[in-house]
């Protein structure tokens, strides 16, 4: 058997960011769904199993670039992209600390889904990143790509992003 190990494996990916949030990488987004680890003609080979975060997000295809060229540097010969698009990817499976860094980074983060089931009242009481503030209007629903919308402080007079609930 190869002697990379699955952890190895995750500890590479652990480096492959969102090429539209830089400071989330794949594991914080939670698109991460397996590893699988196998043997061809003597080789590594890995498996990676993905869930795209929104579906015909153009960023997944530079993801699934980027975890080929991460892993292919490091000596693994074959990677295949498995894509799962079942169970869809909700924002929930986001990491506490994925949603501190994206705050840090000035956007504000999703809300829980738990926390708001029925998906009433999404985009309210969405706090600001820079103050905290939750005086806060939408300004537009679609923001620089569909997955964030625009919001504006009415405290601290600064436009911010809301990574959308989804
Ligand atoms: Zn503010």
């Known amino acids: 058997m190869s002697s990379i190990t699955k952890e190895q494996v995750y500890e590479w990916l652990s480096g492959v960011t969102d090429p539209e949030v830089p400071v989330l990488t794949i594991l914080d987004l939670g698109i991460v769904r397996g590893v699988k680890m196998s043997e061809i003609n003597g080789s590594p080979s890995a498996t990676v199993v993905i869930t795209p975060t929104y579906s015909g997000c153009p960023a997944m295809d530079v993801i699934g670039m980027n975890i080929r060229m991460a892993l292919i540097s490091r000596g693994i010969r074959h990677v ?16 506490e600390d994925g949603k501190r860094k994206l705050n840090e980074y000035g956007i ?15 985009e309210d009481n969405i706090a600001c990143p820079r103050c905290g503030s939750e005086e806060t209007e939408l300004v537009s629903q679609f923001g620089p790509t569909s997955c964030k919308s625009l919001y504006k402080c009415t405290s601290c007079h600064e436009p911010f992003e809301h990574f959308k609930c989804h």
């Open 108 to 122: 504000a983060p999703p809300l829980r889904k738990a926390a708001n089931p029925l998906g009433l009242f999404e």
């Open 80 to 95: 295949n992209i498995e894509m799962q698009l079942s169970p869809a990817w909700t924002t929930d499976w986001m990491t």
